[in-house]
């Protein structure tokens, strides 16, 4: 029997609250994805990590898009995968204790793994 490759887009977000367009973005088209039948992986890098600190996405909104947190909640039920930069939030001293449950901190290593399985990569 033949294998059915799921296809796989990864996006890289780089703008947290500051721009809550550019950081809702990243997560309307991952749950286009998902809806689609793609896995779809999120990876939260530079200004973005202050996004997955407790309390912090549930305070951005972008005039013409879903708050972010129903983005991101959506995101999780779908079953995305959100990933986080461990250096980003060592920069920024955000402790893992700080940080929304369904984040999963990575190095440079994973991120890279991430782009060679994806079928498609894009950034924010």
């Keep these: ?23 809702s973005l990243p997560f309307v088209l991952a749950n286009a994805s998902l809806a689609m039948d793609t896995h779809a992986v999120v990876i939260l890098q530079g200004t973005a990590v202050t996004l997955a ?20 909640d959506s995101f999780i039920e779908l079953g995305g995968t959100l990933l986080i930069c461990s250096p980003c939030i060592q920069e920024r001293h955000i402790t893992p204790d700080m940080l929304v449950e ?18 498609a990569t894009l950034s924010y």
């Excluded at 369904?102 to 079928?119: D, G, H, N, W, Y």
Aim: overall charge negative.
């Design 1 to 23: 029997m033949d294998e059915v490759k799921v296809e796989k887009i990864v996006i890289i977000a780089t703008h947290g609250g500051e721009d809550p367009e550019r950081a």
């Design 53 to 72: 600190k407790k309390g912090c996405y549930e305070h951005v909104f972008a005039a013409g898009l879903p708050p972010l947190k129903d983005l991101v």
């Design 102 to 119: 369904t984040v999963r901190p990575i190095k440079a290593a994973r991120v890279v793994m991430e782009l060679l399985e994806a079928s």
